[in-house]
């Protein structure tokens, strides 16, 4: 049986993010172990492979300060920690304007890497993604004790 009100709501959720992030994003959520309970990437296929294939997830400094931190970091201020040069990549790629933005405890944390063209996000754009992003975290606690049709619709929902 699937929660169809619980894959709904996140499907709402993330289509609102995707309007502000018209560039792409990332949303790993619930990350235990380093490992995601759901990853939504909406970046083109091109970043993603280049970012698969040069293992850059290992040394990130966006995906390291979310990691190690709560709350939000413009990309640009990761720079001096970026050694293998991933967000020089990411620009080259045409991700602009890059922010994080992590909640939870280190032991289940999401953490939102998030772009767009034209000028950078505002005040008020970045409030509401905060909203956003904090609303799917509270959607999927527990995810591992939903019914499997509700885990594998809000699964799923990544294909999107």
């Known amino acids: 049986m699937q929660d169809?009100?619980?894959?709904g709501a996140v499907a709402l959720l993330?289509?609102?993010?995707?309007a502000y992030c018209d560039s792409g994003f990332a949303l790993a959520i619930h990350i235990r172990y380093t490992r995601?309970?759901?990853l939504y990437r909406t970046y083109h296929q091109g970043w993603i492979d280049h970012y698969s294939e040069r293992g850059f997830m290992l040394s990130d400094p966006v995906v390291h300060w979310g990691l190690t931190n709560v709350g939000s970091v413009n990309w640009a201020d990761l720079v001096d920690q970026d050694s293998q040069g991933?967000?020089?990549?990411?620009?080259?790629?045409?991700?602009?304007n890059g922010w994080t933005y992590a909640i939870g405890a280190s032991t289940s944390r999401t953490i939102a890497g998030?772009?767009?063209s034209g000028a950078d996000f505002t005040d008020a754009e970045r409030v509401d993604i905060r909203q956003i992003v904090d609303d799917l975290h509270a959607l999927t606690e527990g995810l591992e004790g939903f019914e499997p049709g509700t885990q594998s619709a809000?699964?799923?929902?990544?294909?999107?």
Do not use: C, E, M
């Open 114 to 116: 998030l772009t767009k």
């Open 4 to 7: 169809t009100t619980k894959v």
């Open 154 to 160: 809000l699964l799923a929902l990544t294909d999107h």
């Open 86 to 96: 991933v967000i020089k990549d990411a620009l080259a790629h045409g991700l602009h």
């Open 36 to 38: 995601p309970s759901i």
């Open 14 to 18: 993330l289509t609102r993010l995707r």
